[in-house]
C-alpha cells in the first residue's frame, strides 16, 4: 500500500521534507560562509610605508611598520607594545629612541645566550632585544643590541 493511503503516516514525509529541505539550506550557508573565508585570505597585505630614517642619514629609506625583519644595525628605533608582546619600530634618531649596534640573526635559545652575542658583537650596547620568530618557520631568531641614541 502507498504511505499517503495510510492514516496518520503523511506528517512523517512532511517531517523528512522539512528535515531535508533545512539541510539543504545549512549546507548552502556553510558553502558560502567558506567561499568569504577563502576569498578574504586571498587578499594581498596593504603596502608598506617607506620612510628616511633621518635627515642627516643617506637616503635610503626603510621600511617603518613595526615589523623587526626589516629592521637593520645603525638604525634608530623605538620600542613599542604590539598585541601583548614588545617590538621594534624604525623611528629618526632622538630623544627616546635607541640605536641598533648589532643585527645578530643566529638560533638562540635564552636571554643568556643573546646577551653573551650582544657583548661579544658590539661591546658598548646598553640593552638589547630578542626577537623568536619560531611560530614563523621562514624567519631565524634575531638578536638587537641597542645603546641610546
Not at 118 to 135: G, I, L, Q, R, T
Amino acid at each position: 500500500m502507498d504511505d499517503e493511503s495510510e492514516p496518520g503516516r503523511g506528517w512523517v514525509r512532511a517531517l523528512f521534507r522539512w528535515l531535508g529541505a533545512a539541510a539543504a539550506i545549512a549546507g548552502i550557508v556553510g558553502l558560502v560562509f567558506q567561499m568569504i573565508e577563502w576569498a578574504d585570505s586571498r587578499n594581498p597585505p596593504p603596502p608598506v610605508p617607506t620612510t628616511s630614517v633621518d635627515a642627516g642619514a643617506p637616503t635610503s629609506t626603510v621600511k617603518a611598520n613595526g615589523d623587526e625583519q626589516f629592521v637593520q644595525a645603525e638604525q634608530c628605533v623605538r620600542i613599542v607594545r604590539q598585541a601583548e608582546t614588545l617590538v621594534l619600530k624604525v623611528a629618526p634618531c632622538g630623544n627616546g629612541t635607541q640605536r641598533v649596534l648589532a643585527r645578530i640573526e643566529r638560533p638562540v635559545t635564552d636571554e643568556g645566550q643573546a646577551i653573551e652575542l650582544c657583548k661579544a658583537e658590539a661591546p658598548a650596547y646598553v640593552d638589547f632585544h630578542y626577537s623568536n620568530w619560531e611560530k614563523r618557520s621562514d624567519f631565524v631568531d634575531v638578536v638587537f643590541c641597542l645603546a641610546p641614541a
